[in-house]
């Protein structure tokens, strides 16, 4: 008689709880983005659990920041029945056979389907894959840049994706350029918004001082929970930007 699995905020961690028939509290934190999960028995309060979690939170950061320094994702083979995260969502990969070029489709609610020929290689395939990602997210994110340029009334002169190990995002307010990072394809909307909001307010300040954090309150105000979820992902760990840029 497990309950329904429910979410307790225990400083910047959001905890899942479930209540079993057990004995003994157990925390765990899981791989691959480092979950923090607790059992607890039936009779145990809010406070007790949050009392156990406080005590264990130099573990529970360890723990996290080894799971943080693993590579961040095991190498897929791109095969039928692997799931692939497209903007938040687990879509589950179909390959099916084609002809000439690999080609990378949404079908349905949950699908991701790849039309490969039997030559190609888990490379080209996950090569495939990483183009569709980056035309997704340059269609996904260029009215996101619109709208915010319009808001913040600052715009950069260029804005990219490519592959970043440790950042999200970074900008360079001298050369105002926005760089995004192409595994944002894999998030939700709204942590792929804050990102291109956090960059673009860089414009206005360069660091992360009471007039930034400002304009992100007044304009964002959800930003702080959007950044902990991206923070509590692989790539996260608080390293957002490259160490003299202020971006
Ligand atoms: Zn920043």
């Known amino acids: 008689m497990d309950t329904e699995p429910r979410t307790l905020i225990v400083g910047d961690l959001e905890i899942a709880v479930v209540h079993k028939a057990i004995k003994n509290l157990h925390l765990g934190v899981y791989p691959p983005d480092g979950r923090v999960r607790v059992a607890a028995p039936l009779a145990v309060s809010d406070e007790a659990i949050r009392l156990a979690v406080l005590g264990k939170l130099g573990w529970i950061r360890r723990q996290r920041a080894g799971f943080a320094a693993q590579p961040r994702e095991s190498e897929r083979e791109m095969v039928s029945g692997e799931s692939h995260m497209v903007f938040g969502e687990r ?17 349905g609610q949950h699908g991701l389907m790849l039309h490969a020929t039997p030559e190609a290689t888990a490379e080209g395939r996950r090569d495939a894959l990483n183009r569709w990602y980056r035309a997704r997210l340059r ?42 990072n192409l595994e944002l394809a894999k998030k939700p909307p709204e942590c792929i918004e804050y990102i291109v909001v956090h960059e673009l307010a860089h414009f206005v300040s360069r660091h992360h001082d009471d007039q930034f954090t400002a304009l992100l309150d007044r304009h964002l105000p959800g930003w702080r929970g959007l950044r902990d979820r991206l923070n509590a992902e692989p790539l996260g760990h608080e390293r957002w930007h490259g160490a003299n840029q202020g971006g």
């Open 91 to 107: 879509r589950l990969l179909t390959v099916l056979p084609g002809h000439g070029p690999l080609r990378v489709e949404l079908s």
């Open 139 to 180: 269609e996904h994110v260029a009215p996101v840049f619109a709208r915010w340029q319009a808001t913040l009334g600052v715009a950069p002169a260029t804005w990219g994706i490519k592959r970043m190990k440790t950042l999200w995002g970074a900008c360079n307010p001298d050369s105002r350029r926005i760089w995004l």
